[in-house]
C-alpha cells in the first residue's frame, strides 16, 4: 500500500504529492487533460516495464523542463519502505532505490506488486489476438519473471528461423534453431496454462462473512472464465507432458519450412488466443456489451490482484483509468464492492465525482492542471 506519492517533472506535473493516509481506495477526479492518469503512469513507473502507457523515459518527462533535467517519482510504502525512480537527458534507462539505495528496477517488484486497467483494453476482445496475447502475457508475468523474457526470445527465435529459411540455410543450422523454438514456445504456453487455471479458480471464488460463516471462501457460480485457444496450450492442458510436446512440435517445425511469400505460415504458441466467456449467458465476451466487455475485464483484475496476494501474501496496487467508463450505476457500485473484498490499493480515476458515490473507506483527490487538489 502506498501511503505516499511524490511526482516531479512528470508529464504535466511539475510538482505533486499525494498523501493517502492509510486509505484503501484513492479516486482522483478532475477534467481531460488534468493530469489524472498521469499519476497513475507515475506509479506504473514502479515496474520492470515500460509503464501503462508503454512510452519512453523521454515521453514522460514534463515537457516545459529544463534541458537535462529528466523526473523522479517517488512513494512511499506502508512498512517505511521508500522507492523511487528516476530519468536523467542522456540515461539509457530509469534509475530506481530502495531507501536510498540503487538497485536494478526489476527489485521493485519484491516491495510493490502493481496490476492496471486502461481504456485502451476497453476494446482488446474487438483487437487483435496479438493485443490479446500482450495483455494476458503481462499478467503471466507477474508470478513467473522469466515470462517475458521467453517471449521475446520466442519472436526473436521465430525471426532467426525465417531468415535461415530466406537464406537456405543448412538443415543442421535450421535443426538446432527449431530444437530451440521448440522448448521456448513450450515453455511460454506451460506458464499462460497456469495462469489460466489459478486465476479462473478465482474468478469463481468469493469471501463471504466475517469469517464466522461456514460458507467463508467457498466457491460462487462463476459469472467469468478466462479460455485460451492454442495448439500447444491445448496438447499441455490435456495432460501430455513438456517434454513429449517440445519433441512434437519440433518434428513440425522441421516439416514446416515452406515459405508462402516469403512468410513463414507455422502454428505455435506465437499464433494462441486469449479470451473470456460470460458463463451465465453461455457466450463469449467479444458477443456481449461494451459494458459488459469493460466488466468482465475488471472481474479478471480482481481476480488477478487476488491471486497475487495469495501467491506472495503482498497487497498488489490496482490501478484503473477511467474505472467507471461503459459502467452503469449498478455496475459501478459492484465493482467497488468487490474491490473492497480485496486486500489490495485501488488508485481510479474519472472526470466525475459523481460517478463514485457510496464507494466507501476513499479518499477523493482533485486534479487540475497538473495540480493537485485535495477534497
Not at 16 to 30: H, N
Not at 229 to 240: C, D, F
Not at 300 to 319: E, S, Y
Request: glycine share 8%; with cysteine.
Amino acid at each position: 500500500m502506498i501511503l505516499t506519492l511524490t511526482v516531479s517533472n512528470f508529464r504535466n506535473h511539475e510538482s505533486s504529492r499525494i498523501k493517502t493516509c492509510g486509505a484503501k481506495t484513492v479516486i482522483i477526479t478532475g477534467p481531460n487533460g488534468s493530469g489524472k492518469t498521469s499519476i497513475l503512469e507515475a506509479i506504473s513507473t514502479l515496474s520492470a516495464g515500460g509503464g501503462l502507457r508503454g512510452a519512453g523515459s523521454d515521453e514522460m518527462r514534463r515537457i516545459s523542463s529544463e534541458q537535462g533535467i529528466g523526473f523522479g517519482v517517488v512513494a512511499e510504502l506502508e512498512d517505511e519502505t521508500k522507492l523511487s525512480v528516476s530519468w536523467t537527458e542522456g540515461d539509457t534507462y530509469r534509475r530506481a532505490t530502495v531507501d536510498g539505495d540503487a538497485a536494478p528496477l526489476s527489485d521493485l517488484a519484491r516491495y510493490l506488486r502493481l496490476v492496471w486497467l486502461t481504456p485502451k483494453e476497453d476494446r482488446l476482445f474487438y483487437d487483435s489476438a496479438s493485443d490479446r496475447r500482450a495483455f494476458f502475457d503481462r499478467l503471466a508475468a507477474s508470478f513467473d519473471s522469466a515470462h517475458a523474457g521467453r517471449v521475446a526470445r520466442m519472436a526473436k527465435l521465430l525471426s532467426e528461423r525465417a531468415f535461415a529459411l530466406k537464406s537456405g540455410a543448412a538443415s543442421e543450422w535450421l535443426r538446432a534453431i527449431e530444437k530451440q523454438l521448440a522448448e521456448t514456445a513450450v515453455a511460454v504456453a506451460a506458464a499462460r496454462v497456469k495462469y489460466v487455471g489459478e486465476v479462473n479458480y478465482f474468478l469463481g471464488h468469493k469471501a463471504y462473512g466475517t469469517g464466522n460463516n461456514e460458507d467463508e471462501n467457498a466457491l460462487c457460480p462463476m459469472t467469468y472464465a478466462l479460455a485460451i485457444a492454442g495448439v500447444l496450450e491445448q496438447k499441455l492442458s490435456a495432460g501430455q507432458n513438456a517434454m513429449d510436446t517440445e519433441k512434437e512440435y519440433a518434428e513440425y517445425l522441421s516439416g514446416e519450412r515452406a515459405l508462402v511469400h516469403e512468410k513463414m505460415t507455422i502454428d505455435g504458441a506465437h499464433k494462441s488466443d486469449m479470451t473470456m466467456f460470460n458463463q451465465p449467458l453461455s457466450m463469449n465476451v467479444a458477443m456481449t456489451s461494451t459494458g459488459q466487455q469493460k466488466s468482465a475485464l475488471l472481474s479478471l483484475i480482481i481476480a488477478h490482484a487476488k491471486l497475487l496476494h495469495a501467491k506472495t501474501n503482498a497487497r498488489p496496487v490496482v490501478l484503473l483509468d477511467e474505472a467507471a467508463a461503459h459502467l452503469d450505476a449498478d455496475a459501478r457500485a459492484n465493482l467497488f464492492a468487490e474491490l473492497s473484498e480485496t486486500d489490495s490499493q485501488v488508485w481510479a480515476t474519472g472526470v466525475c465525482p459523481l460517478l463514485f458515490q457510496g464507494v466507501g473507506g476513499a479518499i477523493f483527490i482533485g486534479c487540475e492542471n497538473g495540480r493537485i487538489i485535495e477534497q
